[in-house]
């Protein structure tokens, strides 16, 4: 049996909240005092995501990096992959907020977004 403490970010109470389980099943949830928290702790016990933040080189500028972002939460899982493909990737300039930088990184349906503006 698994167990996670998980302290739930879906209001600023930010609940400690206990979570059981087994083979993919929630066996128990515990700490949590609404229904929001009970089903955020549980996705969050099966499926993990994360909003990815990083920077990628900048090319034909004086700004030599672009904060970039997930533009959706991504698997826990794959963001090591994911940092590694944006490692590799250089925008050219110009770029403004929320231009797509990567597209459907690596085959996960997400974009990886500009957060920045650069001429
Ligand atoms: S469990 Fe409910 S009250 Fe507690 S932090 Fe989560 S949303 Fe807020």
Same mark, same amino acid.
């Given at each position: #049996?698994? !167990?996670?403490?998980? *302290? ?5 109470? +930010?609940? %400690?909240?206990?979570?059981? +389980? ?6 128990? *949830?515990?700490?949590? =005092?609404?229904?929001? +928290? ?5 996705? !969050?016990?099966?499926?993990?995501? @994360?909003?990815? =933040?990083? %920077? ?6 004086? #700004?030599? /990096?672009?904060?970039? @972002? ?12 994911? #940092? !590694? ?12 907020? #929320? ?6 990184? /690596?085959?996960?349906?997400?974009? *990886?977004?500009? =957060?920045?503006?650069?001429?």
């Amino acid at each position: #049996m698994q !167990e996670k403490k998980i *302290i739930c970010t879906v209001c600023p109470i +930010g609940c %400690t909240i206990a979570v059981k +389980g087994e083979g993919g099943k929630i066996l128990s *949830i515990e700490g949590h =005092t609404c229904k929001r +928290g009970e089903e955020y702790s549980a996705n !969050e016990f099966l499926h993990p995501v @994360r909003i990815l =933040t990083s %920077t990628v080189r900048l090319k034909g500028s004086d #700004m030599p /990096l672009m904060p970039v @972002r997930s533009n959706k939460p991504l698997p826990r899982e794959s963001l090591f992959d994911c #940092m !590694e493909e944006i490692k590799k990737t250089e925008a050219k300039v110009p770029v403004r907020c #929320m231009d797509v930088i990567i597209k459907d990184i /690596l085959g996960t349906g997400i974009d *990886i977004v500009a =957060t920045g503006n650069a001429e």
